[in-house]
């Protein structure tokens, strides 16, 4: 198995009797799950998407791979949310958060559009001003704030610098299948688009052409990331035990902790390359499970990197947390500590050790502290950083997402709450309309009090 659950640093917080109170509520949601009859079920494309992708697309999102590869040596892709943090996630999972500074022969990829700050346009715009460019712009409706404003300002640059037509051939749009004003855009301007599942919500899209394109771009391996999501989805969906599916046994371990008065999980990476992992797990679970004053809160640290900042605070602060370590088994580099004659540092006890061997002794060290301050710890075993591990991780924690949503009591596939900021910026911008309108005249009276 890629993944695989290590609850050793669990038995001082968890007794057997209580995963046996969950287990019947744990394989009531995995039913639930599996045969698509919960709150939300038309949401659940991403649950045999690895099994049933299109081959035909699959064809064409690696042809058109290959010829941003050919034309182009910096790629932008545009998205906010699930448009984009998936993609990242990937590429720097099996890449490594410099791939843009490796020496490569695929293009640079700079994600822009998921803030609304002129710095980052002002410094991509000189990034790109003398090399070969290509867009990736993501969008379902191409009216999100974000992205539509970057599309904008991008799309005027590519036009400007290549000429209308030129700019439609470098320019590759991700949105819905038939509607839609990005749509009605790529239409007239004969630009090649992929489409948006309409029954894959955002944060669970990582595994179609919304994230797939850009991951291609990078080199990665699609049809081995689909494998190994597929192989998760065999391992995990229809086993109903919860000591033989640790995909259910993440979710029951979530639940348990919960209900015994935890609210924040950490996610803690001790590979930098885990960052962005662990930015796209935060939209999953946030998202998914944040609802009528239910679910966990999701944060994230970069060990050991953040042991010299928050170390102390999740030691021996406020007893709210437990911790979920992503553990990498094989790493992609085996760099030795040398010798120094001198020993001007002390630190040749450590010398001919790898710097792997010394990274998990230090979450071993730090588990077990933290296990002694009163922090549960659960490990996510990783075996490396290949694309199929990468595809085998995302359906593991979609999956367990939506089985301890459904255990939590929530819908796990809305998102009611995002749309409430949304309004009130649209009105605060002067957006024309009776409820626009309404709402600008309740937050003048607010502000006036």
Not at 136 to 148: D, L, M, Y
Not at 267 to 288: D, H, I, R, V
Not at 409 to 427: H, L, S, T
């Amino acid at each position: 198995m890629s993944v695989k659950l290590n609850d050793c640093y669990l038995k001082p917080f968890i007794s057997s009797s209580e995963y046996e109170a969950i287990a019947g509520e744990i394989q009531s949601a995995l039913v639930t799950t599996r045969e698509k009859s919960g709150a939300g079920n038309d949401f659940l494309g991403w649950l045999d998407l690895p099994e049933n992708f299109d081959k035909k697309e699959l064809f064409d999102i690696e042809e058109a791979a290959k010829d941003i590869r050919s034309m182009c040596d910096v790629l932008l892709v545009i998205g906010i949310g699930g448009s984009y943090l998936g993609a990242r996630a990937a590429v720097e999972f099996v890449h490594g958060p410099r791939y843009n500074n490796l020496k490569k022969d695929t293009p640079d990829i700079y994600f822009v559009g998921n803030d609304i700050s002129p710095s980052t346009v002002s410094e991509l715009l000189s990034i790109v001003e003398d090399r070969q460019v290509c867009l990736n712009v993501i969008s379902k409706s191409g009216t999100t704030t974000e992205p539509a404003i970057a599309f904008r300002i991008f799309r005027e640059y590519m036009e400007n610098k290549y000429g209308e037509e030129e700019a439609a051939k470098r320019i590759f749009v991700t949105t819905d299948r038939a509607r839609g004003k990005l749509k009605e855009l790529s239409d007239a301007k004969g630009y090649r688009t992929f489409v948006v599942p309409d029954d894959i919500g955002g944060r669970f899209s990582v595994l179609t052409p919304v994230g797939l394109l850009p991951i291609a771009v990078s080199g990665a391996d699609v049809r081995a990331m689909l494998q190994g999501a597929a192989d998760a989805r065999n391992a995990f969906l229809f086993e109903e035990n919860i000591e033989k599916n640790d995909c259910l046994k993440y979710a029951a371990i979530r639940n348990i902790l919960l209900r015994s008065g935890k609210s924040i999980e950490i996610l803690a990476g001790y590979e930098p390359a885990f960052a962005m992992t662990c930015e796209w797990w935060k939209q999953l679970y946030g998202e998914s499970e944040g609802k009528g004053g239910n679910g966990l809160y999701p944060a994230s640290v970069c060990f050991t990197t953040d042991l010299h900042s928050l170390g102390q605070f999740i030691q021996d602060g406020t007893a709210l947390m437990f911790e979920t370590v992503l553990d990498l088994k094989t790493p992609k580099a085996k760099t030795v500590i040398p010798y120094d004659p001198a020993n001007t540092d002390g630190l040749n006890y450590i010398a001919g050790k790898s710097m792997h061997e010394v990274n998990r002794v230090a979450m071993q060290a730090t588990a077990l502290a933290h296990v002694d301050g009163g922090v549960p710890n659960l490990v996510i075993e990783l075996a490396d950083r290949s694309s199929y591990s990468f595809g085998y991780m995302v359906y593991f924690f979609e999956l367990a997402c939506a089985v301890s949503g459904y255990t939590i009591g929530v819908n796990p596939f809305d998102q009611p709450g995002v749309e409430a900021y949304k309004k009130n910026m649209f009105a605060l911008l002067g957006k024309q309309g009776s409820e626009f309108d309404a709402i600008r005249a309740a937050i003048g009276e607010k502000i006036s009090k």
